[in-house]
């Protein structure tokens, strides 16, 4: 059954490739075409739809006559359609189910806040009570993983030769160091999504894409910031929570001024973080002018709404 539904996904997946590319799309929007990884260098992963699978006394029954026993993180809302059965880096199973959720309506507050990205701050608001500052939880794990990448370096196996156990082993803490470090972040950005969602009705939030950072010599610190998994956690946390996010476009946000709406001849450098208005004289820290500029942009202030999208959730 796994087998079958993976050719299935395949199918779906190169109809939607060849698709796009008889519509002549860019080669930034197409599909593609889906790309397999070989056995060695992936995980392995088993879908299952509604009739390969049935929960019976909190266990989890497979085709095929396989029963397993699942550690339950929280009740499922209703019932699951299909499950991923998977395996993580660590060698960790975990059960994945797809189920239908509805929204839990938290109470107004009459509150709005406009959110800016950066790499000083994971993100700076425009209430001073709900800034994430950077918890560089990557840099201070930095020590332990450069001591695990050492020893994977030295203890690594010629051509066709079998990994030793110590190598095995130090790859395992390599593993281990990443995935504490990634839940920190979320854990992290869940918790400030769920209150920054709690204490306003509305979020202007801007729409960054931080993959072009990548490139620039902050790579290693917006990484660390986690920007998208924190914004991804943001916009479902209003999802769940029935607020309204608006995903403002970035353009031009440093250059704008929030007040009078006037816009600075020059870009700023990023060396120069105090935004000052030539036209009306306004000044503020730059990442709090540009978080000002989000509501402006929603039309969460009195002003114009251009260049504005709603959130897809």
Not at 85 to 114: M, N, Q
Request: aromatic residues 6%; charged residues 30%.
């Amino acid at each position: 059954m796994p087998q079958q539904q993976l050719i299935r996904d395949f199918g779906k997946s190169r109809a939607k490739a060849m698709k796009d590319i008889k519509a002549r799309l860019p080669m930034r929007q197409r599909a593609g075409m889906p790309k397999w990884k070989k056995k060695r260098d992936a995980s392995p992963s088993f879908e299952y739809t509604r009739r390969g699978f049935r929960l019976k006394d909190g266990r989890l029954h497979l085709a095929g006559g396989m029963v397993l026993t699942v550690v339950w993180s929280r009740d499922l809302p209703s019932d699951p359609s299909s499950v991923r059965v998977y395996r993580d880096s660590l060698g960790h199973w975990y059960a994945s189910f797809v189920v239908e959720t509805g929204s839990e309506p938290l109470p107004e507050t009459g509150c709005v806040i406009g959110i800016d990205w950066g790499v000083k701050e994971t993100a700076t608001t425009t209430s001073n009570d709900h800034d994430l500052p950077h918890a560089q939880h990557g840099k201070n794990a930095a020590q332990h993983l450069a001591r695990y990448q050492r020893m994977m370096a030295r203890r690594k196996p010629k051509h066709g030769q079998a990994a030793s156990k110590g190598y095995r082993e130090a790859k395992r803490q390599t593993a281990k160091v990443h995935k504490r470090v990634a839940r920190q972040r979320q854990d992290t950005g869940r918790k400030w999504a769920k209150r920054v969602v709690a204490d306003h009705d509305a979020l202007a939030v801007e729409d960054f894409k931080p993959k072009f950072l990548a490139k620039t010599t902050m790579a290693r610190k917006a990484a660390d910031a986690a920007i998208s998994a924190t914004k991804a956690a943001l916009v479902e946390m209003g999802r769940k929570h029935a607020r309204k996010v608006h995903l403002v476009h970035p353009a031009h946000t440093t250059m704008d001024c929030a007040d009078c709406g006037a816009r600075a001849k020059h870009a700023l450098p990023l060396s120069e973080r105090t935004y000052t208005c030539t036209a009306c004289g306004a000044s503020r820290p730059r990442d709090k002018n540009s978080a000002h500029v989000m509501l402006v942009r929603a039309g969460l202030n009195p002003a114009s709404a251009d260049l504005v999208s709603p959130a897809t959730c």
